[in-house]
């Protein structure tokens, strides 16, 4: 059987694997719209967590199977859309994740100052398409809506000393922006409380431990909680202790203080607050604060739903950043698409209505986990395909020409695939320009000049 996968994220190299591994004569096909693959480990996961960007080892001994090949640069949809890969394969599987983000929908969400976290992330992790976001950090204040991992590590990434990015692979431009930065005080806002935070306790706990940025926590938002969570799941229990703890332990205040240095960085965590308009600077030019409504909880635990009191509040910042969730969106025509909930209707991984076609990842379930999530997510529809497969629910009897046919179909349309071998020459290029500057790897951002190295 020859299978598709479209995606070159954790949910595509997940599936591909867990095919490859239970199937002894299935042939997996990547296709990847970058030329680079392994999607938001790539281009998501935090610079200074390389940690967590380990999964890559294991993605490139799968793309190095003799049973699987990839072939970037190709934008399915466009260069070649799906019933054509339906045609070409016996099972097409779609893991392209979310590539847009939630919008706040209130006035002066468009003003200069004012970016997604999408945005701003894929800016210093080196994503081609936010490679020009040139954004101003020339405020003091900047406020992050959100609560979740991603509004911590942009948090982390604006506050956190210079020496330690620097031994990051964050790229070379946005170093040099963060370094001309005079931002030093970051908030991050939430609609709801503190027992509804999305984060996780070693990203608060590395928040918290950051050198030189203190967090500014008021006991007031935490009262009565100890109570409240005595019987709650132990994570969320333990989250929520770090973060009283953090609260009431007053700050051992800097002797540098006393020889009249300047005050420390400082961010915090604001609850109960939402967004209604992100207020112009006088000229109107650009973002000078933020108007938000005070609300109050009805219901508790992950259930509860924050309802406006008819207060408001306005905060000073010249930068907002808003981490509300990405958003995933339709491919092609051809396939059912939920647009209320950005997801492709499917049950474990079969597409509704569309025999031989599978979903994977956040484009299957929302943009929610993290990668081990997705990896569990991704093994799931591997094995509805399996099992279509081993049921003679997918026939396949008639011989499919997998990338045969996808390649004269590129060629008509003057694409030309980039390789795994391709990418790792510009891995190779990536190591040799980190390993002069002391870092990791300097990422290449403008895909030309990938394909230049590649002589395509």
């Known amino acids: 059987p020859r299978v598709c996968v479209v995606g070159s994220g954790p949910a595509g190299f997940y599936t591909a694997q867990h095919i490859l591994k239970h199937h002894g004569g299935a042939l997996v096909d990547i296709y990847e719209k970058l030329p680079v693959p392994f999607g938001l480990v790539r281009f998501g996961v935090a610079p200074d967590h390389p940690e967590v960007k380990n999964v890559v080892n294991t993605f490139t001994q799968t793309a190095r199977s003799e049973r699987c090949a990839y072939y970037g640069n190709v934008t399915v949809g ?42 701003f992330v894929g800016w210093y992790n080196g994503l081609p398409e936010n490679q020009d976001l040139k954004p101003d950090l020339s405020c003091e204040t900047a406020l992050i809506l959100g609560h979740g991992n991603v509004a911590l590590d942009i948090a982390r990434i604006l506050l956190s000393p210079l020496q330690l990015l620097r031994k990051t692979d964050i790229t070379d431009s946005s170093l040099a922006a963060l ?64 973060m009283i703890k953090t609260a009431v332990e007053k700050p051992v205040e800097m002797q540098a203080a006393a020889a009249g240095a300047a005050a420390p960085r400082e961010w915090g ?19 000078r604060g933020i108007r938000m409504a005070l609300t109050r909880l009805e219901g508790s635990g992950d259930s509860a739903k924050a309802i406006p009191t008819g207060e408001v509040e306005e905060l000073e910042c010249g930068l907002v950043l808003s981490s509300i969730g990405y958003r995933s969106l339709p491919l092609d025509p051809a396939v ?3 647009s209320q909930r950005g997801v492709i209707p499917n049950s474990s991984g079969r597409v509704e209505g569309v025999p031989g076609l599978y979903c994977s990842g956040w484009v299957k379930r929302g943009p929610t986990g993290v990668i081990i ?84």
């Open 373 to 456: 999530t997705t990896m569990n997510d991704s093994f799931d529809t591997a094995q509805s395909v399996l099992e279509d497969l081993q049921g003679g629910v997918l026939d396949i009897s008639p011989s499919r020409e997998g990338f045969g046919l996808v390649e004269s179909i590129l060629h008509s349309r003057g694409v030309r695939p980039v390789s795994f071998s391709d990418w790792e020459k510009i891995d190779a290029v990536e190591v040799a320009r980190g390993k002069a500057a002391g870092k990791p790897r300097e990422k290449i951002v403008d895909p030309a000049e990938m394909l230049r190295i590649i002589g395509h």
């Open 336 to 338: 059912p698409f939920d």
């Open 179 to 242: 370094a001309c930065s005079k931002v030093k005080r970051v908030w991050l806002v939430g609609r709801r409380g503190p027992l509804q935070v999305a984060f996780t306790i070693k990203e608060l706990r590395e928040m918290i431990n950051l050198p030189g940025a203190r967090a500014v926590l008021d006991p007031a938002d935490f009262t009565g909680l100890e109570s409240a969570v005595k019987d709650a799941p132990r994570p969320r229990k333990r989250l929520t202790e770090l």
């Open 269 to 287: 965590l604001k609850f109960q607050r939402s967004p209604q308009e992100v207020l112009p600077s006088a000229d109107g030019r650009r973002a």
């Open 78 to 119: 466009r260069d070649v859309t799906v019933p054509e890969l339906r045609q070409a394969y016996h099972a097409v599987v779609l893991s392209y994740g979310a590539e847009d983000n939630r919008v706040l929908g209130i006035p002066g969400e468009n003003l200069p100052g004012v970016y997604s976290a999408r945005a």
